[in-house]
């Protein structure tokens, strides 16, 4: 039975510096995975991120229906979707290629992307299963924001949300959604706080991922420790996870030597 194996961003873009990684998910003795936050939310360059993620709007259509006396009315969000630089998609074919699938998360009205179609990244899923994965992050974003409100911490997507609207509320805007307040920085700094408040978001989202799936390891190599702020990945918040969802946060080189036995015999000697 293969390890499921979660890999944070920070991992699967250096695998050349564990070499044993790929071979064992190659030969299945890790079942690897990452968050399709790598392409949505992490997709937009750092520099775009307040462009972006400040210009979406919720949107309705309305139009007759096709039985008589009836009105179709629909409700998404009209935002400007990220373009992957040559680079990212060369990572994201490289995850294909190698046999990690994409985690899916919640569906949002508004404040996420949708995973450009050309990307097959998803592992085939029973709706049955797919259900039970959603009502399970579902609870890990209620028990991030209920833990965000007693802290008075901003993780996850809660530290994106308190600044959208702690920007709305100083510039006096109102009947906006909470992103649309990211768009408001009044100088550098504030931007470079919607940029790493839109990577906190991702990782936020990885980890409810991850518990969602009920995956083995979270492995990365983030601390929290570069973080201005709280961080998901600090180590008190990474101590809550693991007593509380029972998440096992893993370094590679722990996973290398966990798989190690494993191995082929060519494979289990590389350094």
């Known amino acids: 039975m293969p390890i499921k194996v979660t890999f944070d961003t920070n991992v699967f873009q250096r695998f050349d510096n564990y070499p044993k990684l790929l071979p064992a998910i190659h030969q299945k003795i890790i079942r690897g995975y990452f968050s399709d936050t790598f392409i949505t939310l992490e997709g937009v360059m750092r520099q775009d991120r307040v462009k972006i993620f400040g210009s979406r709007k919720i949107k309705t259509d309305t139009k007759m229906g096709l039985t008589p006396n009836t009105i179709n009315i629909t409700i998404g969000a009209s935002m400007q979707q990220p373009t992957l630089n040559e680079q990212h998609k060369q990572s994201i074919n490289f995850l294909i290629e190698n046999d990690l699938f994409g985690l899916r998360g919640q569906v949002y009205l508004g404040d996420n992307f949708n995973v450009p179609y050309n990307f097959d990244i998803y592992e085939r899923t029973d709706i049955s299963d797919l259900i039970k994965f959603r009502e399970k ?3 890990v974003e209620i028990a991030i924001g209920n833990k965000n409100n ?54 936020g989202e990885s980890i409810m991922r991850h ?33 509380t969802f029972g998440v096992r946060f893993i370094t590679p080189k722990q996973l290398e030597a966990i798989i ?7 494979e289990r000697y590389q350094v």
């Open 150 to 203: 007693e802290t008075g911490y901003g993780v996850g997507k809660c530290r994106a949300r308190k600044l959208g609207l702690k920007l709305l509320a100083r510039e006096k805007v109102s009947g906006k959604f909470w992103y649309e307040g990211l768009s408001l920085c009044r100088d550098r700094s504030e931007t470079k706080d919607v940029i790493a408040a839109v990577s906190e978001w991702a990782d």
């Open 211 to 243: 518990i969602g799936y009920s995956n083995d390891y979270f492995c990365t190599m983030d601390e929290g420790k570069m973080a201005k702020y709280a961080s998901i990945f600090d180590d008190y918040h990474k101590k809550w996870l693991e007593s």
């Open 260 to 266: 190690t036995p494993q191995l082929d015999i060519g």
């Open 137 to 139: 992050m579902s609870e």
